[in-house]
């Protein structure tokens, strides 16, 4: 059972001020009847409410998929640029929350939930779970190079970063139109497992290298949509909120 002014804010992203008001004002029935107690209860499985002759259906977590484009922040709020937030056009965006980071001129998969647990689960240290990057580089690699990247390298932090994978990029990463639009260069799809600030970058500077252009294109199983173009997003499939959870309860 759920009070019902916290089913209209978890559905309606309605504030407990605004659900309240509404509820005393009469524009609220549950199974027909008109309430006018913001504390009366109902079950959000069962019972009907319908708020301003609007049938409302119970949603206490939503998922996004977003294409994240440059010049966007990854954070829920921020005074001087947009926020990927920011980019959910006529969605609910209370407590929403961006699982992990990319930075400003980093594109590419973005999820953003208000599952405050989910989120921890994903971004927690201890999970490992891979995010494949593709990395736009001013050569290729050489193979010393690549070992490096593989078997951990000193970015001046205190802990050497934690094993790499470097991959070629297949067809899917290579006709990516909206990567790397320009300029003769290689790429290269990095797989990581940590979140530390610039990393990427770091670690190709560590190798003698640097990061020409990035796209995040994967969260451990999870990848972008390559129909979202750069600023789109769609909810996650039930396939795909799954899988993040599965994700989220390795060890």
Do not use: W
Not at 243 to 248: A, F, G, N, P, T
């Amino acid at each position: 059972m759920i009070r019902i002014d916290k089913f209209l804010c978890d559905s309606l992203g309605l504030s407990r001020s605004e659900a309240k008001k509404a509820v005393s004002s009469g524009k609220v029935l549950i199974n027909d009847v008109k309430v006018l107690r913001p504390e009366a209860k109902l079950s959000e499985d069962s019972d009907r409410v319908v708020f301003d002759g609007v049938p409302v259906v119970y949603e206490r977590f939503v998922y996004y998929m977003l294409n994240k484009p440059a010049g966007v922040v990854s954070a829920n709020t921020d005074s001087r640029d947009r926020t990927c937030i920011d980019l959910l056009k006529d969605e609910k965006k209370k407590d929403l929350s961006c699982v992990g980071r990319l930075d400003k001129d980093t594109t590419g998969l973005m999820i953003i939930t208000n599952d405050g647990a989910l989120v921890h689960a994903l971004t927690a240290p201890s999970k490992d779970i891979f995010k494949d990057y593709l990395v736009s580089i001013p050569k290729p690699l050489t193979e010393e190079q690549i070992d490096s990247l593989e078997n951990g390298v000193d970015i001046n932090d205190k802990m050497p970063t934690k094993p790499a994978f470097v991959k070629i990029p297949d067809d899917t990463f290579a006709s990516d139109r909206d990567f790397d639009r320009g300029g003769d260069t290689a790429r290269i799809v990095l797989s990581i497992s940590e979140g530390r600030f610039h990393q990427v970058k770091r670690m190709l500077i560590a190798v003698g290298s640097k990061v020409i252009d990035l796209k995040r294109m994967s969260i451990g199983g999870l990848k972008l949509d390559g129909s979202l173009k750069p600023g789109e997003y769609r909810r996650l499939t039930e396939g795909e909120v799954e899988l993040l959870r599965s994700i989220s309860r390795q060890s």
